[in-house]
């Protein structure tokens, strides 16, 4: 069965990039669609982010000017690059595997057309943005 | 886009059943049959429960049920058990922001 796996630093400087890899094992990265989810402490879940493995994105419009989703096929990850961090940004980390689904009535070439659902996760990461 | 709107708890003693509302508009959740629902314990990775509004990923309870009707997606507990205290989150799609989660729901077994 699917499992994922997130790595990176714990501690991000305010300003500074953070940056998550997300290892899949028992099964290939060339399928699906690949999300990062966050939630901060206490609170709620965040959708970041999603990537195919055909390297195509979409993110939330809410953080798109900053984050970058990127994949390696040949080591079966994907990875996140969050910039300019602010304690804001304190949350644990998720990424996920996102079984999406197109949409027919939804024109593509005007608006996002593939809904999804998350699973398996991977275990979370905390990431916290302090000086 | 803003999060789906979920009640911050519901309760229930056990064996009876809990239903939790997930409520947004005609752009998300009244317009696509594509609302999924996720089970978090404490300190835990969300596991999903339902998808595509209705549907139970195999190995999930049948205690579980989800429905929809116009803008509110509900997620249904039936025969609560201690092991179904846990915060749940739906998701559904929104159009350019295609995945928008709800507040969550903390639910209490009695």
């Known amino acids: 069965q699917v499992q994922l796996q997130e790595s990176g630093p714990g501690l991000v400087k305010p300003s500074e990039t953070l940056s998550l890899t997300c290892t899949v094992s028992g099964g290939s990265i060339s399928s699906y669609f690949w999300s990062w989810i966050r939630q901060p402490p206490g609170k709620g879940l965040e959708w970041i982010g999603y990537?195919?493995?055909?390297?195509?994105?979409n993110y939330n419009p809410s953080l798109k000017s900053r984050v970058t989703i990127s994949l390696d096929t040949s080591k079966n990850q994907f990875s996140l690059n969050l910039s300019s961090v602010t304690a804001a940004d304190t949350a644990v980390y998720y990424c996920a595997r996102d079984l999406y689904a197109r949409i027919p009535e939804v024109d593509c070439s005007t608006t996002n057309c593939y809904a999804g659902w998350f699973d398996p996760w991977g275990q979370g990461t905390l990431v916290t943005v302090s000086s | 886009q803003s999060a789906l709107t979920q009640p911050p708890s519901a309760s229930g003693s056990p064996g009876q059943s809990v239903t939790i509302s997930c409520t947004g508009t005609s752009s998300d959740v009244g317009g696509y049959n594509y609302v999924s629902w996720y089970q978090q314990y404490p300190g835990k990775a969300p596991k999903l429960m339902i998808y595509e509004v209705s549907k139970r990923p195999s190995g999930v309870p049948d205690r579980f049920s989800g429905s929809k009707s116009g803008n509110t997606a509900s997620l249904t507990v039936s025969g609560l058990q201690a092991e179904d205290e846990a915060d749940y989150y739906c998701s559904s799609y929104a159009g350019s922001n295609p995945r928008v989660f709800g507040t969550g729901t903390k639910v209490t077994v009695l």
């Open positions: 990537i195919y493995y055909s390297g195509s994105t």
